[in-house]
């Protein structure tokens, strides 16, 4: 009986050391973020750390994020939505709370974007900023040289006049697939609210946009990077760090492609991408250890350095390349910032108004 014990006893040891070794390696984190976004080494990293496999998927629309997560059961632990989005989705009861006791390295979080962010997450209790930048003008210098006699643009003009535009047509325009990054824009341009929801002032944005519309390419917000990079269109619309990720890819390529970037002097969007974790999340435990990694300041820091966009963790600055740090499209000084808007969401009735809007401009009818 006492070998009989023995054996039993053993065998329950076994099978413990046998289930937790399973869950060890079994232990795993759904990442859903956007498209070229992140140093694939640092996933890495995170696995020989922490022994928590990454199961990284990328969108590269808000609007595809959204569907999925109101649907419920998406199977994602972190998801990166941009601020105004997140906001409703907030509302919507997407989110979980996130334990800000296994997130110790929030304490390195910029105050300078932590007090912006909370527009869209009061107190930030949902969210914590990956990385954030700004909407402006990405072109080929030398195009652009050629088709409107300058080599530097600093005005939503070149893009919002026709006349301006219709130049560059033959070179080529792409425009962000994204109304909520493109109307605002045009209703800065024409002096009004960025936040405006009012119907009139939004037909007053599509009409212009509906000017310029026959000029435009493409609309696509992941495809003008390699575009602007192999000199296959002059302008572009975009995201800050994407147009310096293309200027990165021309020099590289040594084609002789110019690219520069401009923050327009009549004002930009500051947007903010945030991680978040559904309120459904499978694995909220290690979602939390992955977030927590993303703010250590080596780390976050590499992740700008690879991206080229900002990052919300003031204690990273000392680690981001010193030409990203001092560049001022990508960190801008506090004069510029003055000028850069932030996008408040939508309610319901304004997003079908925005969408019927886009839908109309996208396919000019």
């Not at 390699?226 to 619309?237: M, S």
């Not at 559904?278 to 290690?286: L, R, S, T």
Request: net charge negative.
């Amino acid at each position: 009986m006492i070998r009989k014990a023995l054996w039993l006893s053993a065998t329950s040891v076994f099978l413990t050391l046998f289930t937790a070794g399973g869950h060890a390696e079994d232990r795993v984190v759904n990442v859903f973020n956007w498209s070229d976004y992140i140093d694939s080494s640092i996933i890495d990293d995170f696995t020989k750390q922490t022994g928590i496999k990454v199961v990284y998927d990328t969108f590269d629309s808000n609007e595809i994020l959204e569907t999925k997560l109101l649907a419920g059961g998406s199977g994602y632990d972190v998801v990166v939505p941009s601020g105004n989005f997140l906001a409703r989705q907030i509302q919507a009861g997407v989110f979980q709370k996130l334990d800000k006791s296994k997130l110790p390295n929030i304490s390195n979080m910029w105050d300078t974007v932590t007090e912006r962010t909370a527009k869209y997450d009061p107190g930030n209790e949902y969210s914590v900023n990956y990385m954030w930048g700004t909407v402006g003008l990405g072109y080929n210098i030398k195009k652009v040289q050629a088709a409107l006699g300058t080599d530097k643009i600093d005005s939503w003009d070149v893009f919002f006049n026709p006349d301006s535009l219709a130049k560059l047509k033959d070179c080529g325009v792409y425009v962000l697939d994204s109304p909520a990054d493109i109307i605002p824009a045009a209703l800065k341009y024409l002096g009004l609210d960025p936040n405006s929801t009012s119907p009139d002032d939004i037909a007053k944005a599509e009409e212009a946009l509906l000017k310029v519309r026959p000029y435009i390419r493409k609309f696509h917000s992941s495809e003008y990077i390699n575009a602007l990079a192999n000199g296959d269109i002059c302008l572009a619309v975009g995201w800050s760090g994407d147009v310096f990720q293309a200027r990165n890819r021309a020099v590289e390529a040594k084609q002789g492609v110019e690219i520069g970037y401009s923050v327009p002097k009549e004002g930009a969007q500051m947007w903010f991408d945030q991680m978040a974790i559904p309120a459904d999340a499978p694995h909220v435990a290690e979602a939390l250890e992955f977030i927590n990694y993303m703010m250590t300041p080596e780390v976050i820091a590499k992740s700008s350095n690879y991206v080229l966009y900002a990052n919300g963790n003031k204690a990273s600055q000392q680690f981001v390349d010193k030409a990203l740090l001092d560049d001022p499209s990508v960190y801008p000084d506090a004069e510029t910032i003055k000028k850069l808007y932030t996008v408040s969401p939508y309610d319901p009735k304004t997003q079908r108004l925005i969408t019927r809007s886009w839908t109309k401009i996208v396919t000019g009818q």
